[in-house]
């Protein structure tokens, strides 16, 4: 079993950053991919950003440029840095891996989840 467990959500204003992170434990893996989703109120979960363990990364395509995800395989740990923060950012992230080493859009490819940290952004 996988615990993972984000910090770093809050409150920020437009135009702001915020450093999410997502720390794993238990039977972790050092092999498989992680990624980061969100979902906003009255929407789907979508994808925002994977990581191999190999460090190859993955972004959806409408946080390219104003997201960054990195991981640490010593720390299991995988850091998601957000800039230019816009009011529609406003959500629920969560953090979520997989046993398996590729990224993945979809959600149900993932096998451990966090509970979710909100993030909101005003204007």
């Known amino acids: 079993q996988v615990q993972l467990v984000e910090s770093g959500g809050g409150l920020v204003q437009a135009g702001g950053s915020l450093r999410l992170s997502c720390a794993a434990s238990g039977r972790t893996f050092s092999t498989g991919a992680m990624g980061w989703f969100r979902q906003a109120p009255g929407k789907e979960l979508e994808f925002l950003a994977g990581?191999?363990?190999?460090?190859?990364?993955y972004y959806a395509d409408f946080v390219k440029g104003r997201c960054t995800i990195s991981r640490d395989n010593t720390k299991n740990t995988v850091i998601m840095q957000m800039n230019t923060l816009k009011p529609e950012d406003t959500a629920v992230y969560y953090c979520?891996?997989?046993?398996?080493?590729?990224?993945?859009?979809?959600?149900?490819?993932?096998?451990?989840w966090g509970q979710g940290t909100q993030v909101t952004v005003f204007s």
């Open positions: 990581i191999k363990w190999s460090g190859d990364t």
């Open positions: 979520a891996a997989r046993s398996g080493t590729g990224v993945f859009i979809a959600a149900s490819q993932y096998d451990y």
